[in-house]
């Protein structure tokens, strides 16, 4: 069964941290960029951060900026968000996304609450 899995989410108080876990199965991982993306409560869903291929390349929204890290183990086929200083408008569920050839693979999201 080809799919991707996310899971790390959960509760958290502002100035908390979570890591975000996307593994994949069916698939290798390491021929293309791989990307996290959110989306909040009656809002569009927004690129949070990506990861070339061999990790060497990253990109973050200017919102996660210096609070987020993306990283990735190819070997273990698995992406990773690492996730500091928490805020309440970064709650929302967040997916992975790698598209490869003609593939187009989502997760289904794991769901990160920020509250006071």
């Known amino acids: 069964q080809t799919q991707l899995v996310e899971s790390g989410g959960g509760l958290v108080q502002p100035g908390g941290s979570l890591r975000l876990s996307c593994a994949a199965s069916g698939f290798s991982l390491g021929y293309s960029d791989i990307s996290w993306l959110r989306q909040a409560p009656g809002k569009g869903r927004e690129r949070v951060s990506c990861i070339s291929s061999s990790g060497g390349s990253t990109f973050y929204a200017d919102s996660v900026k210096g609070r987020f890290t993306i990283s990735r183990d190819n070997a273990k086929k698995k992406v990773y968000l690492q996730m500091n200083s928490l805020k309440p408008e970064d709650t929302a569920d967040y997916y992975c996304?790698?598209?490869?050839?003609?593939?187009?693979?989502w997760g289904k999201g794991t769901q990160v609450t920020v509250y006071s």
């Open positions: 996304h790698y598209p490869v050839g003609v593939h187009d693979y």
